[in-house]
């Protein structure tokens, strides 16, 4: 008789569920550095041969293995770095079999690649790396939160004081629904002070946040770290986005009365396209359509930046709104993305930026990459050399994915 906990798919492929079962709750309390060798286990339980993890690093150059024994791999240059790059899966030939280069993404972001080992692939195979990753996925997600050893794994330099501190409070560089994604970038990963970014969603609804504080020192850090808290707490207690603003505004006026930042921070429906938003002092947002920019699309009048007080306090902060079209792309950066200058000391500039994203989604590249070239375009052009800090927030609407 056959035996009902296990799952025969020819005796080559027959899955033992109760060791199955076994190594999932292990995995519930496993520390991050048991997590190579859980995942070697649970390939074999389910008939593959060998599963290696890689992180990508903080700067998304190389991909690194999570068994320290390993080398790193370039994400431009490997089979891995392309499971990566394109989110899709790969397969190459290897040493006695294949090798399955599974794309590791939790929700809409990319955290690195599974190399599953297996003598012979066939869709149950397939399907069962695709699983394995899947799982593992969650799995680092969910322990990365407390795990200094996952975030010191994925660094190749040392942290600065203010960055450590502002990187603790960012969200997943990418966020989304099946509507609407958001993706940002920060730089320089290991010395930023002043900028941040933020997004999140609720319900059919995504926010998003970029701001740019006074300074380039812990100070500047903490400003956007209180902003970010003070936006948090406002959009998590059902605020309007007037009301959000002007709970930033209140909080660095009573917490940090000498300090300010400019900000735009932006509300879309993504059942409906209606974007609203708001711009304190910031680079006007841009609204890219059919592969080019609206010009002015979503400029608006001057407001003052978050934070001031006394008589230089803003009134009422200015709601303005608009309607997307389906494809629509909406940009925020600071002005240190469009001041880099190369040795020559010409700037980057706004059009240089833009025709960037603008060939690489006509290219068919997804937003998360799109921002990564870009930003490796950037450091390149200053010679890794940045004069400010540069971050970008790239969200697209795209109700079409349902």
Known sequence: MSDPARESFGP?????EIRLEELIIEAQTALPVELPGLANRCASALGLDTALIYLVDLQQRILIPLDEELEPLPVDRSCGGWAYRTVSPRVVEADSGLIVWMPLVDGAERLGVLA????????VRMRRSRMLAHLFAM??????AYSDWLAGRTRTATMRLPAEMLRAFLPPSTVGSRRCVSTAVLEPAYDVAGDAFDHSVIKNVLHTMILDAMGHDLTAGLTTSVAMAAAREARRGGRTLADIVGSVDQALARWLPDQFCTGVLCRLDAETGVLRWVNCGHPPPLLIRDERVLAGALDSPPQPPIGLVGSLAPGARQVHETTLEPGDCVLLYTDGVVEARDANGEEFGLDRFTE???????????PAEVLRLLNHAILDYQRNQLRDDVTILLFEWRPQHR
Request: net charge positive; hydrophobic share 45%.
């Open 12 to 16: 080559d492929t027959a899955v033992d």
């Open 116 to 123: 599953v080992r297996t003598a012979s692939l066939d869709g």
């Open 139 to 144: 799995l680092i997600t969910s322990k990365r």
């Open 356 to 366: 960037f994203i603008i060939r690489s989604n006509a290219a068919g590249q997804l």
